[in-house]
Nanobody, 113 residues
Framework: QVHLAESGGDLVQPGGSLRLSCAGSGFSLSDEIMTWHRQAPGKAREWGETLWPGGATIYTPSVQGRFTISRDDAKNTMYLQLNSLQPEDTGVYLC???????WGQGTQVTVSS
């Protein structure tokens, strides 16, 4: 059974950092196209970052240079390093796997002073 589980969300002050994790089970994460998405309060879910099996990455312009997507194949886990966080980054962050169209449950990131 394909399953994704996010963790690492927290309350952080503007300018702070977090590292989110997306642990996969039931499939090999390194073989699949993986993405991160954010759903801000009262808004639609938005795509943020993509990590291809070969390691290529792409970012939405608003996070370019601040967020970094990566993967640890031994742990079957994908990460999202969030730096220079801003209040508009607040939301539930979810990871997604393309082949089986599987979503995790999400992890809450709140940026506030």
């Amino acid at each position: 059974q394909v399953h994704l589980a996010e963790s690492g969300g927290d309350l952080v002050q503007p300018g702070g950092s977090l590292r989110l994790s997306c642990a996969g089970s039931g499939f090999s994460l390194s073989d699949e196209i993986m993405t991160w998405h954010r759903q801000a309060p009262g808004k639609a879910r938005e795509w943020g970052e993509t990590l291809w099996p070969g390691g290529a990455t792409i970012y939405t312009p608003s996070v370019q240079g601040r967020f970094t997507i990566s993967r640890d194949d031994a742990k079957n886990t994908m990460y999202l390093q969030l730096n220079s966080l801003q209040p508009e980054d607040t939301g539930v962050y979810l990871c997604h796997e393309a082949r089986y169209s599987t979503w995790g449950q999400g992890t809450q990131v709140t940026v506030s002073s």
